[in-house]
């Protein structure tokens, strides 16, 4: 859900480790969900994304997890590298009203930190 | 391809001044626009989105407006800026209406002294 007033929670890994970054999702209606991924004082970059009609979804060296029964999202990094520090965010899809369209709500973020 | 341009980039208000930040998108037709702010630490809060010319829909009570003007323009004004508005400020779009990820533009960073 919305994340305003809420501080960003830390990972903190070595390079070469897995990391996995969690995310709960708000709306049971969501349909899509995204994992964006943002340097600082950038815009966020899209990294993989997931229909809610699959349950596991895999890039290079990302692997997204849908768990729609607790409303749960998690982003699996393999072989974290120094490059991949950044904030990470989740997103959610809904439809509002019944119309064509879809908003695109951020989850809390995550601050992950990549030790060389 | 498509491109999103934001601007300024960096502006720095005195506190009750006006505020206008731009954005444009080309390389597509009726994208569906949207204003995020992002505070410092935080996360992207989602303060306006737009299906099309003249189309707003505001998300959260606020200090700020929004305009299309035109189909891949979107403006995010203020009369009088307060000191809470300071923030990251990213404009974003999407293709498909229905799903398909933002695309969003360099952001633009704002100061309210």
């Known amino acids: 859900g919305e994340s305003v007033g809420l501080h960003l929670p830390t990972l903190s890994v070595q390079e070469g480790d897995n990391s996995i970054i969690n995310c709960a999702y708000s709306?049971?209606?969501?349909?899509?969900f995204i994992w964006y991924k943002q340097e600082s004082g950038k815009g966020p970059q899209f990294i993989i994304d997931?229909?809610?009609?699959?349950d596991k979804r895999q890039g290079q060296r990302v692997t997204v997890l849908l768990n729609k029964t607790v409303k749960h999202l998690s982003l699996q990094i393999a072989a974290t590298q120094p490059g991949d520090s950044a904030v990470y965010f989740c997103?959610?899809?809904?439809?509002?009203?019944?119309?064509?369209?879809?908003?695109?709500?951020f989850g809390q973020g995550t601050i992950l930190t990549v030790h060389p | 391809s498509q491109t999103i341009h934001q601007w300024p980039a960096t502006l720095v208000q005195p506190v009750g001044s006006p505020l206008s930040l731009e954005c444009t998108v080309e390389?597509?037709?009726?994208?569906?626009l949207y204003w995020y702010r992002q505070a410092a630490g935080r996360g992207l809060q989602l303060l306006f989105y737009?299906?099309?010319?003249?189309?707003i829909s505001s998300e959260v009570p606020q200090n700020l407006s929004a305009s299309r003007p035109q189909d891949r323009q979107f403006i995010l004004s203020s009369k009088k800026l307060l000191l809470s508005d300071s923030g990251f400020y990213l404009c974003?779009?999407?293709?498909?209406?229905?799903?398909?990820?933002?695309?969003f533009g360099e952001g633009s960073r704002l100061t309210v002294l």
């Open positions: 390389g597509t037709s009726n994208p569906n």
């Open positions: 709306n049971s209606a969501s349909d899509y």
């Open positions: 997103a959610e899809n809904t439809r509002a009203g019944g119309t064509s369209y879809g908003k695109l709500t």
């Open positions: 737009s299906v099309g010319i003249g189309q």
């Open positions: 997931i229909r809610s009609n699959m």
């Open positions: 974003a779009w999407r293709g498909l209406a229905y799903t398909g990820e933002l695309f």
